[in-house]
């Protein structure tokens, strides 16, 4: 594989399977252009501005046989022209983890389709892997049907979960399984390793950084309804805790962070960070609904983005997370210093009088959009 050249990876699999969602959950991906026309034949691509790939997303293949076929002649047509006669590199097949579907029966389809790519590799991905338990079992029954199938040129057999799934208000299961699933594929072309440690290990941090942003952005989204309750000063954020608890977890979990219990409740329940929230609660009289769930937002914002940078450093080998005080405030320091929460307080400081006419939601998208104007 040379450098800057991008594989192309066809992502295919029955309606419902998860495949654009799998597509949407690789970093950077943007959309480069639709080929095709009407809604079942339209085959759109994605190009990853962190990997190497350039992924193909294309419809369910259950609307009919002849739908399937239509869909493949578009992108091998599509892929010839495109891409320097280069065509398809890699074929991603999403089988649905949860459904218990009959997995044979899938994998015979697939082959059809993938018949005109000889010896493509393929890796079986199984989507919606939430439950631990169901993992072992899974891939042995797709192991038992590719054995059933012959010519399948199988690379591996990848449990993922693309996006984080909510079961309720305060459990849910962090997304994971991309990164050893865009190593994996990368390898395939990439035999003489090109793209050496270094390029690679940047690739699997912003891989994290992108997953780990998709949930801070949801918690602090959350958290800003939760705000919306009124809380008297902050000083019963305690309302918040479960919330923050999930997150932190979360963002440990996809840098593979090991701590305690306890370090993620003292952290959350730090004073400092009630304190910053109280102080620029503070700065509204009659701060209200509104100001608090900003506030909420923020704090949460602001925490999320402190714990991914304690991770990284955990995940690089420069912070130490069992030096506990270290690093509890390592974080309670950050968010302290981040640029959000510092913009909250002067939006505040500004607007007081015309916060009661706004609601959170746009307010906390003018502090953001002031924040990013100010660091570009
Ligand atoms: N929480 C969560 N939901 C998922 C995940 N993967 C798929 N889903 C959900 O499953 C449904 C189907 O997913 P899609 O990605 O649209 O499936 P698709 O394979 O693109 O389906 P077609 O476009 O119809 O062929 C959507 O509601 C997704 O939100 C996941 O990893 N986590
Ligand atoms: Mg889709």
Redesign the pocket.
């Known amino acids: 594989m040379e450098e800057n050249q991008k594989m192309n990876v066809v992502v295919l ?13 690789i970093s950077g991906n943007e959309i480069v252009t639709g080929i095709g026309e009407g809604q079942t034949q339209r085959v759109d691509v994605y190009e990853s501005s962190t990997w190497p790939i350039r992924c193909i ?5 259950e609307y009919s046989l002849l739908e399937q076929w239509k869909t493949i002649r578009q992108v091998k047509k599509y892929s010839k022209k495109q891409f320097n006669d280069t065509g398809i590199d890699v074929v991603w097949y ?1 089988i ?1 983890g949860t459904s218990g579907r009959a997995f044979s029966h899938n994998i015979e389809l697939m082959n059809k389709a993938i018949k005109n790519w000889k010896n493509i590799p393929v890796f079986a991905i199984i ?2 892997s ?1 439950s631990e338990k169901d993992i072992p079992k899974n891939i042995k029954a797709v192991e038992e049907s590719f054995s059933k199938s012959k010519g399948i040129n199988l690379k591996g057999i990848i449990p ?7 079961i309720n208000d305060e459990t849910s299961v962090a ?1 994971y399984g991309i990164e050893e699933l865009c190593l994996k594929t990368i390898d395939c072309l990439d035999e003489a390793k090109v793209i050496n440690k270094s390029n690679r290990d940047r690739m699997v941090l912003g891989q994290k950084r992108f997953t780990a942003n998709t949930l801070v952005a949801s918690a602090s989204a959350s958290a800003g309804i939760i705000g919306a309750v009124p809380i008297v000063n902050f000083s019963d954020s305690v309302l918040l805790t479960p919330l923050e608890i999930g997150m932190v977890k979360k963002i440990f979990k996809i840098y593979g962070v090991e701590t305690s219990k306890d370090l993620i409740v003292s952290l959350v329940g730090s004073t400092m960070i009630t304190n910053i929230a109280k102080s620029i609660v503070k700065l509204v009289p009659l701060a209200g609904t509104v100001a608090n769930s900003v506030v909420a937002t923020a704090i949460v914002y602001a925490l999320g983005e402190a714990v991914i940078l304690a991770s990284e450093g955990v995940y690089k080998g420069t912070i130490d997370p069992t030096k506990i005080e270290e690093f509890t405030s390592f974080i309670t320091n950050k968010v302290k210093d981040n640029v959000v929460i510092k913009a909250t307080t002067s939006y505040f400081e500004k607007n007081m009088d015309k916060l009661k006419d706004k609601n959170p939601k746009e307010i906390f998208k003018e502090i953001m959009n002031s924040v990013q104007v100010k660091s570009k």
Not at 13 to 25: C, F, V
Not at 57 to 61: L, N, P, R, Y
Not at 160 to 166: M, Q, T, V
């Open positions: 699999g029955i309606s419902g399977a998860g495949k654009s969602t799998l597509i949407k959950s997303d294309t419809k369910g293949f999403c649905e989507t919606k939430y993922i979960i693309a996006e984080e799934y909510i997304p």
